[in-house]
């Protein structure tokens, strides 16, 4: 009965949207809405959701669900047939799940459209592909979540001392994975932090993700081969030549031996200790905002000026001078190829609706025109991310973004800005916060190509086998690069690995990849 009335929702849809402004509602259409994660309920009588209410004439009530059992708080309500209007899923396997269970709506991308005429162009203009996270078998089941920072590739950073310590000029950096052996041979042999002690590496785990890229793929993640087919990263022929080299450096005493309990060894998992420490020379952890500089510096306590930024989270605990690092480039391989870590444009989440609006197509028109306004209408976007109505509190500037005025305190304890930022504009994220962007714009290290997960959705087998295949591949690379397997048995890893349910999941993957 559901798929029935999926197959008649679009033409429905159509017309509700001219007669939904026309209808005089008896009462207040309520809205049940999971929109976003928060960290805490909104508080009864909060402003900014009492105006949303007031903006769109409907009531909002708010789903609040502690993220870190959502799924489980979630699968108990679904199965009551207790189902928010608007679901924010934050899993691929979650998504995928309330749609096998026939939760989630299937609403045609011609119906999108239509429904969100503003917002749907800048989506499709951010990520041509982003209703691809959203879609099973074909069929559209939600609208994406966009994710602005994924547009910059991670890059690697180096200890910019050391470099001047073996002949690079200032600001200069390796280039080639030459250029890489020849460094990282002096910063584990050189003495590079010249203290007459043998206690430097070159690198660590996450400085292997660059010397992957050079031969054309990261283990972790799906890549389009020369063939034009989907193929594993960990079963990709150039990753052969990148273990063989990174065996060679284990043997030399380049690689940190600890690598394999990794650089992050509590806190933020950008961190690098052993770099922050002064044990590594060169690194690859963290996101382009986790190693950003301190944009004003420290707090002139005669001016008042400065003092609002600090370095990024990787950055933030160096034991030397933010000026002794040098953000770098991926090493360019043997064949001309690099890349480093990136996300994908669009998120694993989705936003999802009820099964059940497809006996209300009016409140799901409602529904979609406050998430367009919100995603296209700044000044509405603005009072969403401030969470502030006190418009004239706040004022922009091109370093700062939105400040508010000396002495003024939000009405409102806490911001809610996911709950309701459904699609998160990039444009309106990007002017809200211009120090940060308008510097990783003018960083060519961040505009370099980068190894995005081509996959995106979960294919049928592959709860079955993935965390086996998973384990065997982390496990048979570490005994790669210690030496503990030799490299004549890399075509048994990868029989192996196919065997294990590779052959399953690829084959999956492609009729996937090939459907679109």
Known sequence: MKKLLCLVLALVLMLSVFTVAAHAEADTMTIEWMGGHDTDAISEGDTVLAWLEEKFGVKLNVWFIERTNAAELLATRWAADEIPDVMWLETTELFVKAVDQG???????????????????????????????????????????????????????????????????????????????????????????????????????????????????????????????????????GMKDALELLAKWYADGLIDPEFVTGENQGGHWSLSIPFENGTLGFSSSGAFYQLEPDFDGPKNEETGEGGDFQLGKTMRNLSFPYEDVAIGYNPIGPDGKSGGVQWTLTTSEAVCFSYKLAD?????????????????????????????????????????????????????????????????????????????????????????????????????????????????????????????????????????WYDMGGTVITEEANEWYHSK
């Open 103 to 237: 939760v989630c709506l299937e609403i045609p991308l011609e119906t999108v459209q239509e429904l969100l005429p503003n917002s749907y162009q800048w989506l499709i203009e951010f990520d041509p592909d982003c209703f691809d996270m959203v879609s099973v078998n074909g069929h559209n089941y939600g609208l994406p979540r966009v994710n602005l920072d994924s547009k910059y590739p991670y890059a690697p950073f180096w200890r910019a001392d050391w470099l001047e310590a073996y002949g690079y000029e200032k600001g200069e950096v390796p280039r080639t994975i030459e250029e890489f052996e020849d460094v990282f041979y002096y910063f584990a042999q050189g003495d590079p932090d010249d203290n007459g002690l043998d206690d430097t590496y070159a690198l660590s785990n996450t400085g292997f993700l660059p010397i992957f890229g050079a031969f054309g793929a990261l283990p972790d993640r799906w890549i389009v081969n020369e063939e034009g087919n989907l193929e594993y990263g960990a079963v990709y022929a």
């Open 360 to 496: 209300d197509p009016e409140k799901l028109a409602k529904i979609f025109e406050i998430i367009d306004t919100i995603g296209s209408d700044y000044d509405t976007w603005v009072r969403i991310w401030n969470w502030d109505l006190n418009d004239e509190a706040y004022t922009y500037s091109e370093l700062y973004g939105f400040q508010t005025e000396p002495g003024y305190t939000r009405a409102d304890d806490n911001t809610h800005t996911n709950m309701f930022n459904t699609l998160q504009n990039p444009y309106f994220k990007m002017k809200a916060d211009p120090a940060r962007y308008n510097w990783v714009n003018s960083m060519d290290q961040f505009a370099q190509h980068g190894y995005t997960d081509q996959l995106k959705t979960v294919t049928a087998s592959n709860p079955q086998y993935w965390t086996a295949l998973e384990s065997y591949r982390q496990g048979t690379y570490v005994q790669f690069i210690r030496g503990e397997k030799p490299l004549d048995e890399w075509d048994d890893f990868v029989k192996t």
